[in-house]
């Protein structure tokens, strides 16, 4: 099969283990709770204000492709229901938006995006709020396309086609690289992509069987640009 024109990537436990930035970042957000909003902090631990946020996303599935609207709406419910101050909600989210950035790459990606980029343009194609300009990763990229952004999430078609016409290369000749069998390679297939799945084995310890016609399937990003040739 000849290599293609062009990558699409992943961010969030592709490039990066997405939980461990959302945990520090719910716990910045608990502690600066307990200073500007004491009562909410003592009624809502970290837990608490998750649940929370799971509870907002249920009730709004129209939200489903801005995961910081879902955050600053169940951030402001909390302030109301521990009697404080509502408009708090978004510098309460700002902390916690700053701190999601701190993420801790996987230790080849740096490296492989570097090799990648050399051979490939990339565009980022991303359910969540991570920015690679602030991750410091954008150097590598043409831009991204977020389902906040753009509107519709993975693994919607249009999202994938929009990256596409970003980079000017047709979908069949476009890999979208991801973690996700559902929304990223499931999506990219279904959208007229290549996909490849990257099964890091700190995110899938047991793979499970990848979806007929998926292209490659690796263990990390190295092993993709080693398949790639670059």
Not at 137 to 151: D, P, Y
Not at 180 to 190: I, Q, T, Y
Not at 203 to 213: F, M, V
Request: net charge negative.
């Amino acid at each position: 099969m000849d290599h293609p024109q062009a990558l699409t990537l992943d961010l969030d436990d592709t490039l990066w283990p997405v939980w461990p930035a959302i945990v520090r970042a719910e716990a910045r957000l608990h502690e600066w709770l307990l200073v500007h909003a004491p009562a909410t902090a003592a009624r809502f631990d970290a837990a608490a204000l998750r649940r929370l946020r799971d509870e907002v996303a249920a009730r709004h599935p129209q939200w489903g492709h801005d995961l910081s609207r879902i955050r600053i709406e169940s951030l402001r419910l909390a302030l109301q229901q521990s009697g404080e101050d509502a408009a708090l909600a978004e510098r309460g989210f700002e902390v916690f938006f700053a701190a999601r950035q701190e993420v801790d790459l996987f230790s080849d990606v740096a490296d492989a995006l570097a090799r990648l980029a050399t051979r490939f343009p990339l565009v980022a194609v991303t359910n969540g709020n991570a920015q690679l300009e602030r991750i410091g990763l954008a150097r590598w990229f043409r831009g991204s396309v977020t389902a906040r952004g753009f509107g519709v999430g993975k693994p919607d078609p249009r999202i994938f086609h929009e990256a596409c016409r970003r980079l000017g290369v047709p979908p069949a000749q476009t890999l979208h690289v991801g973690d996700d069998l559902v929304l990223d390679v499931e999506g990219a297939l279904n959208a007229g992509l290549r996909a490849a799945w990257v099964a890091r084995p700190e995110i899938h310890p047991e793979p499970a069987r990848p979806p007929a016609g998926t292209h490659h399937v690796v263990r990390s990003l190295a092993e993709l640009a080693d398949a790639l040739g670059v």
